[in-house]
């Protein structure tokens, strides 16, 4: 694609790697047969194809309005477009480029300021998210339904933390809702590497990732999270930590980028880079120990004659298209005796994509109808996914039980 960039752009870091991206889109339009957006509202402008044109006007001087505010505003950032595209088009990093550009001269209303002010603030601090969902847990019953539908059911830790202290270790992102949420996928991960002579270190001085900051258009807020998050992670990683361990697929996306996001900055950009490196989803390990895991805990299960139990494995986005990791969890699961059911149009978003539920309800409603109805065809016994945003969005959309992937192996041990 031809550009023709202001030079007061081009000067940025910023503006030479939209640019870069730009130029390496060739206007194909194969990003829009995969747009979960483009396949509801059938808008060119909220297609990626469109919202690249949006943000190469406004790279170039054009003022940017209220649409283009709301057409990048509906981007899931589910970056399926990425997958389909045979240029290889970074269309991620592009609309956080331009929707940052876009925060800085369309004034958001006094509404729309409050309430992604309240996200930031309450989904980044464990301690007041933890108070909320406890209050909503309580009075539950006397609220709208789709806000209730918004509220999970109290959950009791089924396991313990395991008290060991093997020679190999390494390091855990509890996450900043998961532990509220969904407290089992933290201690199930500790077990079952334990299982595997590897000792899981949680670190609950890290929160949040920053990916929650990151796309509410507070990307200075989010790189003071993520440079935080390397100060304490750093003197461990010192002391041998091999890896840190992610359960949440969309905080993974968002640690594997930060040596990208810090590349630049003179103190953190050595160590930004070997956290992305190190940064693990937990099938990568499991992979890894493939040969153990079998021996210790697939191999066991399987021996259950588990394969009676009917599996819907929902792939996030944030997993099959952020860390361009396919077909790995599945391995895993029919690899302990699972059937796994198939999945009508699994490359699309469930429409949970962190905050977008609660900022575009109507539209993460549609596609979350649209993704149970596809999942619910085959009549799973249980629904697994790998990422705490999409396992919230799918059991409020459905009365099957819904796990992360690792719970549901913990269980099937215990």
């Known amino acids: 694609m031809k550009t023709n960039l202001d030079t007061a752009v081009l000067e940025t870091r910023e503006g030479k790697e939209a640019n870069d991206i730009l130029r390496s889109c060739v206007h194909c339009g194969f990003c829009t047969a995969t747009c979960p957006t483009y396949q509801l509202l059938g808008d060119e402008l909220d297609s990626p194809r469109g919202r690249i044109y949006l943000i190469k006007e406004l790279l170039e001087g054009k003022k940017p309005t209220e649409a283009t505010q709301l057409h990048l505003d509906r981007c899931l950032t589910c970056r399926s477009c990425e997958t389909t ?155 041998g930590a091999e890896a840190i361990v992610i359960t949440a697929s969309g905080c993974g996306t968002m640690i594997k980028e930060y040596g990208h996001l810090l590349v630049d900055d003179p103190v953190y950009a050595k160590k930004a880079k070997t956290i992305s490196e190190i940064a693990k989803d937990l099938c990568e390990v499991f992979t890894e120990e493939f040969a153990t895991l079998k021996d210790k805990v697939l191999e066991p299960i399987k021996q259950k004659h588990i394969e009676t139990c009917k599996v819907a494995f929902h792939a996030p986005c944030s997993l099959q298209h952020g860390q361009q990791i396919k077909g790995v969890v599945e391995k895993l699961l029919t690899s302990a005796g699972y059937t796994l059911t198939a999945i009508e149009d699994s490359h699309l978003c469930c429409g949970s994509a962190g905050t977008y539920s609660l900022l575009q309800p109507e539209l993460s409603e549609k596609l979350l109808d649209s993704k149970i109805e596809n999942i619910e065809r085959d009549h799973p016994e249980v629904i697994v996914t790998a990422n705490i945003g999409c396992l919230t969005q799918l059991q409020g959309g459905t009365k099957t039980r819904v796990l992360h992937w690792a719970e549901l192996l913990e269980e099937a041990l215990a």
């Open 85 to 239: 595209c045979p240029s290889g088009v970074k269309y991620g990093r592009l609309v956080d480029i331009g929707r940052n550009m876009v925060e800085k001269t369309v004034p958001r209303t006094l509404g729309d300021r409050l309430k992604r002010h309240t996200l930031e603030k309450v989904i980044t601090n464990r301690t007041v998210f933890r108070s909320l969902i406890t209050v909503g847990q309580i009075v539950k019953p006397a609220l709208p339904k789709a806000l209730k539908k918004k509220i999970p059911t109290a959950q009791k830790v089924a396991t313990k933390w395991p008290q060991s202290n093997h020679p190999r270790k390494m390091l855990f992102l509890d996450g900043c809702v998961q532990p509220v949420l969904a407290p089992n996928i933290n201690t199930a991960t500790a077990q079952l590497l334990d299982r595997l002579k590897i000792t899981l270190i949680p670190t609950s001085q890290v929160n949040c990732c920053g990916a929650v900051t990151y796309h509410l258009n507070k990307q200075t807020e989010s790189l003071v999270f993520i440079k935080q998050n390397i100060d304490a992670w750093w003197p461990l990683i010192e002391q």
